[in-house]
């Protein structure tokens, strides 16, 4: 038996001004995405922006249902949207933040398990690193270099 240890860089920032200006930028978008999530039900709106290797930026924010699992988070519609309207464009970036009705969201929100494998399956196409910033309603703002770092042992293609 051997024992692996799997560990990866998580950059922790003590708000959004300690940014550097392009992350910023991403997440003030990001931010600016999230106040027109449809979030009647859970009340928890959740806003994304997709930085692209062309400049473009694309957004997204969580689309709920009355049959709930027919709703989308917000990272799945940017990503996708990127997808379709930038095919073969590289994704460099996303920056996700979340605000609540019912209390003030003040630690970073990752991304879910299904956003997860959804956001993987395009860093492993385009072979480069997607990068993810991540912010609550306030306070502290986290960086990780890679979603592969917060997903690992992933699912992919190659078992298929
Ligand atoms: N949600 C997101 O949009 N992204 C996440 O990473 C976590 C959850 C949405 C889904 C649902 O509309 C609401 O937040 C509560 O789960």
Known sequence: MKKRNVAF???????LE????QDRDLMLLAIDA???AYAPYSNFRVGAAVLLDNNEVVIGNNQENASYPS???AERVAVFQAG???PGIIIKSIAITARSKNHLVDKPVAPCGNCRQSISEYEIRQKSPIELILMGESGQVMKCHSLADILPLAFN???L
């Open 18 to 21: 300690e940014l550097n200006r």
């Open 9 to 15: 860089e998580l950059l922790v920032f003590e708000s």
């Open 84 to 86: 379709a309207k930038y």
């Open 157 to 159: 293609n190659t078992y």
């Open 71 to 73: 709703g989308l988070c």
């Open 34 to 36: 999230r106040k027109d």
